[in-house]
């Protein structure tokens, strides 16, 4: 069974640079590209979906390699447009130890941040779509970025798809005069099934739980609240990291509907390889998990694992299988082995 | 005190991805040379043994190159024969935290797989020698290899050497139509010194332990077991690994002969740069300190003390010299430090 | 507010394997340039202070490559001498697991070891310096550099600047006729701030502690013991390593001066990126915290902290921010993540 | 105005040692991919055609990232089929100045030279296609690929495309027991546009020119008797190309039809980056120049100019995009130039 | 003899692509800083000279890099201002053979860009400076760029100190409503010392030679309506590029002033490494020849010499010494043999 | 047929920049191994000669891979000797187009110049050897290398080998108070075989020819003059070479003995990748050629191919095979072609 789903976002190119070379002693960065909603597309076709991805790409040879790229993991991208602009960017240096990641940004001005409301053909691109899937960075990029979201999601009750939003606050962003608890319940209102982090919800939709902030009551009152708060919500799913350092985690998530609130199992990451579009392989998870008729304890143990395999990979985009995601699920003795 | 050993199998070109690169994201791919036998020549020669390599190699420049890195650590080349034909492949990512390593064999119709029986002059590549080690991987490539196998250990008989197998199951190997229940154990039947992991023993001689197949009983009882079906057998060794993570082991081994039955001490390896040949290390260990008459215990604990530090070596081949072995095995403060 | 440091040693390249390879295994060598006291100025330029390093590079262009990084790394470089000679060497394989990094130095007959006692002119270098710091190591080149270094001394006292050394005990150097017991002590005498390991202390000084040798007891008395022998000290420092694997370490210090005694906070690193340099890291951290009159505790943290953010960091030279180490003291729950 | 082309063929690995590395310095292969009729598709996408390419890949990762790459450029890969079995591979050393490039080929077996005549479905491959093209290399893999070219080529007839086909003389291939000479003919009496080079008639077709074989009237003769004996070929275009060393060339074709025969202009090649798939990116010129109406000076100056450019391009894919193409057959003085 | 020079404008980094890799095969690129004045600052400061750089960089790691690039190469960057903001990139593919290598700049809205008039402490950078250098590209970059370049060049004036002006006219910036005819005759007026190329001098000065723009006379008849036109100007130096192939040209320049026109030798390059930042090479080695007094001709052939020696050398700074410079204008034989 | 021959001399690391990089830009060095001897030995075990070197190396990890080079080309290394000390370096910097390449030599106390005459078994050596092969950069090192030679070329003698210099001056050398024509004088008069270029005779020799240096004419009375002066001497060899730019080389070579005199073919070389090294391929193909009894033309035509032929490989060793060689002796038409 397959479903279409269309996922619309900024896509960027990252700049990392090498090992853990700090900037200051950066010769060469390596180009990868990414961003929220093509990372959760790139999941979704690995996943043997068909994964449409919508965004507007500058007309140079930065923005043919981004569509380049999509396509090599299977994405449509016949609805992308092309406008004269510039690609966002993001600068990294990975963490380690006690060090810190750094990222600095260089995504203002960028052709899709200056996209203008209208300029998308949402009845086309929403044709056959099953679900729809866009996050909280690009109602953070500005005004028209989410007015255009806006669209895209009455687009998509129109087209009857579900919708999902992932919250994703990022501190960085969110400097067009708009705060995110003034933007985003508008979007939630909107939602059938809701993605965020602990303090997504306290950010962007002003919602805490009781008690220790770690303790699992904490995050059971908290998915109450949200429920109750937005009862057009269907389901709402919490990822939980616990950072040890800056190559260790230990992961997992917590899903409530209207027939309960469960965890997931726990995993612990030791030698993370790449932190970054780890959310988005929960999503993408998440969105097949849901949108293939798992039961909900399994669509959320698939997210986890397809987070806890995407640390493992390089680049903002996941390549794990649904046999790879499945087998960790079963807690198969391979796990780490080489098989020969 | 050395000693001249022959060993004799396939030797291939391993193709790994850069780093944790998945074989969706290489762009090339580190060469290295390597082969259960040939990773044992090399540690032999390290350890200042007169060791022989015996295999066939294609008449192209890899098989050439294979032969130059024989040669530049110090193993005897001179049995060698060249054949039209090609080398074997195998295309390798490394695994890392919950994703587990990966191998792609592309190893049939290799120069080594179609060499008949007879093909070598087996009087010739004997001489002098005092040890000849071969493993269950040759019999897994085919009717001809396993003859080829016979072939050698009847010459080693005949010359009055000492002959081990390590019997390193293969399960992506093991299709031409014969199974390695029906064939090791008449290799076994010649061996003198016994190299095993604990599932080796069951799906090639069918033998198992008692109770938890993690505990130490069942390593005791599986010896005691082997010692009685083979009662040829000297010496049996089997290697214990627990896999914890794709880079994080804990290696230990036990050795029964008529003497009696002891395990070596564990080693915890939390950032494992390279699982491959770590079991070859632990032959060439084992065959170095049975050879040079140490104690079975010291022996056991050099060819522990081998394998784990193969484990921080890239490629197939250990690097390990004796002295650098018997730091560990005494445990020395300076295992890890920089010396300046 | 800010202090000029002036520092004076040999300056190095390192030629590093890359990765984890071995030397039998290296096709190319990563070159970095340092030395303790190298490392040192760079820290203090990163903190903001005006930071002199004072040297002898060779008339070639590796020796104009090594004052470059100094440059900029902001140091400045305007005292240092340029004579006919080479450039101090060393080559370096880095350790994992069990395996222990190795180090070849090649740094006899260097244009720093040399040079004649009155060759520099040190009353211009040390004008308006209000702290001169070098190290144990430098009079471990020969008996030239051991009265250089006295004469840095003697000049430094006679401008009014505080005197550190840093004890750093090198056994594979000490090879020209004079022990470091017959040199220190005269060195000790004319030092206000003392800095050094444990086992510096027992080989270059004949001072031990009482008790088990990694009790805190231990540390306490053998710090007493240094100032009742050295009344001139006003502080002493001794850093405290424990080492569990070549990349796993927990690091800690301590301070003694007339008020008392204290331990710092302790940090455990499980990848340390480069393990050279971290002594540096905290004599820089030390020397800006006392000379900028941080509490004695928090000089100390201060210390510690840029320590343990040195192991994340590849090359001799530390990279840290007074922020980023002040992050690091304050536990931020920032530590380790991506900012973003 | 664009066209659908479809072409057929094997697609391999190609593993090439760094720069101008031998097979025995290498520690390393560049892997890309490619393939006579792959390389003709990328082309064709790249100046915007629906550009489909029918092979059979292996069913494992690097069948996988073979399709991955097609589909970044843009080529239709949804006819593809996918078996067990093994990707044909090709390692490669670049030559330089006097000493000239090798190729070890390592193809037999493979998934493509064991695929069966009947087990592609061709109709609906060849739906809505206008063009359909493949190489002498496919006949001379193996009598089933022969056999299955030919079924492709009565496919192409019945959809009414017009049929093209690129000599692509291989001496080390055509082992199996059949001459090039008693297959081709029979393919290219199905043939309407004829690609070859001067060794490739004489060599596949047995037909040569009069005179001086470098010689204009050489190539006049030749393209004559080829239209003479195979009346049903509308366009012969034949490539010439002048070795001076293994970087330098220079490069030209002719081309003869019914309305006569002409010579395109010379391109001297001075720093020849990749020498492989410049014949792919003349065929592709050539097939796009006809297809779209070009005149046939303007479609042979066009797949000259595609040719050339090829030569600047690492890897078997041209990257030539139509504006490039043109500028360089305008003699724009831009050629060579940074354009800023 | 030495010369103090103040050089201001726009400080980037420069992301190219490996080797001859394009845009669409790239995987990471290599990072370089640059600009037309810090490239003329470098260059300098590698003859000795004080020199020093004026410009804003943002108040990120990126342009903390960029300013220790200067500080290696020993320019003075003291005067430098930072501000929050992005910093100015561009994106490079080089060409080869035919292939035009290609620029993708991302420069707008970057911190130098929106720095306001009156923003620099003008008469602190100018102190003691005996030259002052810009270039046409600043007041490209936007009408605040131009006129603080305008301040620049009265403050030069007030100073007593020689201003020369690059016109390096670049056709994909003066996007912003102004002409550079519009604009460039007002710096010319206020100009001492004009370097341009032939095409700069008629896009931005309106002024062409006569005859075929490649002869002699041409370039005779061209300097002398620039000094009729502008009697301010003391000399006046066009370069001269023949292109032959994106790594072949043959350079030369010319020189007129009051005393007479004189052309360079020629130099033939044909294996270019980079030709980014050989204007640049040419400026720095006219204003070290004039400013250091030697001959009007002698002056030419280093400046030509420079920019010859630039061609090979990666990146946009040239690190050519005086001797290299002097040995390439003797036609020492040494030219391109390694010396040993 | 073969022949055993005993090379004796220094074996270096080079440290080389990587590509065209300058010191000041480099971030790694490429490392190889090389020196005069060994690369003749290298090349001549190519040739399928029994090649034996002789030297003396560190007893170190770099001294080791000295050795293991040496072995993986199939030299014989059991005559090396292993000492305490340092192995003798070089660092480079590849030139390009008019800027030439620089050595920094750092070889000065290394263990080979330090080795005491008396300290080799030469007679061991010498065994079954055919040919003692030397060159004029061991006596430069040192009054004990020159001994060293001398007492090898007393041996070869006894030993009926024969014996061949090549001059190789190198005026970098030579610094221990002793002139080359103080010294090798007396080693010309022990040899049969005399390689040099023109300027060796010149400096080392004191022997010039009449007129024009380039002259065809020169060099017939160069070496007329140096079989007058040296008697003993049966071949005299030179080696010519046109530099016209630090990639481009036209070489030639010419050959007096006793039955006439005659020039090789010339070799234009447009893309030199190093230039190391190819004089010892001279030198091997000319050994190999006279000591396997080619005629004199056929000997000298082998040598300047095999020079040829190693400007195309980095690194100091030759990697061509016979065929290779015998291939452009003939000019065959696949020369620079890949062939497949």
Same sequence: chains 1, 2, 3, 4, 5, 6.
């Avoid at 002693?25 to 597309?41: I, K, Y």
């Avoid at 992932?166 to 059938?192: C, E, H, M």
């Avoid at 809701?194 to 770690?214: E, S």
């Avoid at 409530?256 to 030698?271: E, L, M, Q, V, W």
């Amino acid at each position: 069974m397959t479903i279409r789903v269309l996922t619309f976002g900024e896509m960027m190119m990252r700049l990392k640079t090498q090992g853990f070379e700090r900037f200051s002693q950066a010769r060469s960065f390596e180009a990868d590209f990414g961003g929220a909603e093509a990372n959760v597309a790139v999941a979704l076709a690995r996943f043997g979906c068909e994964s449409v991805f919508l965004t507007v790409l500058p007309n140079n040879p930065l923005g043919d390699k981004a569509r380049g790229e999509l396509r090599s993991r299977g994405v449509h991208t016949e609805h992308i447009i092309v406008r004269d602009g510039r690609l966002g960017l993001y600068f990294m240096e990975a963490g380690v130890n006690q060090r810190a990641g750094q990222v600095v940004y260089d995504r203002e001005n960028s052709v899709f941040s200056t996209l203008m409301p209208g300029a998308l053909s949402w009845q086309a691109s929403m044709k056959s779509v099953d679900w729809f899937h866009l996050s909280g960075i690009t109602p953070a990029v500005g005004q028209n970025s989410a007015d255009l979201s806006l669209e895209g999601m009455q687009a998509a009750k129109n087209a009857g798809a579900t919708v999902s939003i992932d919250l994703n606050y990022r501190s960085k962003l969110w400097n067009y005069g708009r705060s995110p608890q003034a933007i985003l319940p508008d979007f939630v209102r909107r939602t059938d099934v809701l993605i965020a982090g602990r303090d997504d919800c306290q950010h962007m939709l002003d919602i805490t739980g009781d008690g220790d902030p770690d303790s699992d009551a904490y995050f059971s009152t908290l998915t109450q609240r949200v429920m109750e708060q937005y009862p057009n919500i269907q389901q709402v799913a919490v990822t939980i990291r616990q950072t040890l350092a800056a190559q260790n985690y230990v992961v997992r998530a917590c899903l409530r509907d209207a027939s309960g609130f469960r965890f997931s199992k726990s995993y612990a990451i030791n030698h993370a390889v790449d932190r970054v579009g780890t959310g988005d392989a929960f999503a993408a998870g998440l969105i097949f998990g849901l949108g293939t008729q798992m039961t909900k304890r399994e669509a959320l143990e698939f997210a986890v694992a397809a987070n806890c395999l995407k640390h493992s990979v390089s680049g903002d985009f996941s390549d794990a299988s649904i046999v790879e995601i499945q087998q960790l699920m079963k807690g198969s003795v391979a796990a780490g082995r080489v098989v020969r």
